[in-house]
């Protein structure tokens, strides 16, 4: 059985006062979660303290990007080693802002990835078509490709350390969130694509994340779709009442 796993991604937003409220409160309600996986990601310069506010909850910390390079004349990134180095154990892959807004290929995607992973982080590693894909039919051709080149030279045992995100680009933000029936199928493709990849029961233990537009009110009909093992949140994951609702009804 997968465990659900629900991940806040706040974005550029919050500062130090309201993220580290924010998350001491989901810390001390961890207590409370069980048969569940809480993850929040917050800005670079933050996640240091935030990891101190949670520190011993079942909440995890991770970043939203990293530099494929390991160190060096690199003006304005940060490694993996230094996301480990103040305790955060996973990071956002391939989110579609870095693909979108700052240019971010399959490749590099892939370098960030197993940069990630030598440095032992857990990765997220986003996928999703845009609406113009959508339309035109190559939804799954966009996906078979972010897959197979974001995870390319992955091993099978490091599968294990990475979740997928589906996420939707024009459900992202929009308040348009994919019907069930699209996100299952999507997810359920998806799937099928790991197990072509890594064989059906390497496949069947990742958990595949749908992101865009969800809110309390719908993260229970996403989660009854076939293959949607939780949630990648944005704009709900801001405030402890709208992100706690996620986390509580997502069983
Ligand atoms: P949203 O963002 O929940 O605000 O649509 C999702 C995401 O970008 O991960």
């Known amino acids: 059985m997968r465990k659900p796993f629900l991940a806040g991604n706040w974005k550029m937003n919050l500062d130090r006062r309201s993220g580290v409220a924010l998350a001491r409160t989901l810390a001390a309600r961890s207590v409370t979660w069980s048969g569940r996986e809480v993850a929040i990601f917050p800005a670079f310069v933050y996640l240091d303290e935030i990891v101190r506010a949670t520190a011993g909850s079942g909440v995890r910390v991770g970043a939203q990007n990293l530099c494929d390079e390991k160190s ?91 979740t997928i995100a589906y996420e939707p680009v024009w459900a992202i933000g929009t308040g348009v969130n994919a019907s069930p029936a699209q996100a299952g199928e999507a997810h359920t493709y998806l799937r099928g694509l790991l197990s072509g990849l890594y064989g059906e029961s390497a496949a069947a233990a990742v958990r595949i994340q749908y992101g865009g537009s969800v809110k309390a009110d719908n993260i229970q009909t996403l989660m009854r779709a076939p293959n949607v093992d939780g949630a990648l949140v944005g704009g709900a994951s801001l405030q402890s009442e709208s992100f706690l609702g996620i986390v509580e009804v997502a069983l």
């Open 72 to 162: 060096g004349a690199f003006t304005g990134e940060v490694s993996a080693a230094m996301l480990k180095d103040v305790g955060a154990t996973l990071v956002l892959c391939g989110h579609s802002e870095r693909r979108h807004l700052y240019g971010e290929d399959d490749r590099l995607v892939n370098r960030k990835l197993h940069a990630a992973l030598s440095q032992g982080l857990d990765v997220i590693l986003c996928v999703g078509e845009t609406l113009e894909e959508r339309k035109s039919g190559s939804t799954e051709a966009r996906l078979s490709r972010q897959m197979t080149l974001g995870l390319a030279g992955v091993s099978a045992e490091d599968l294990a350390r990475i």
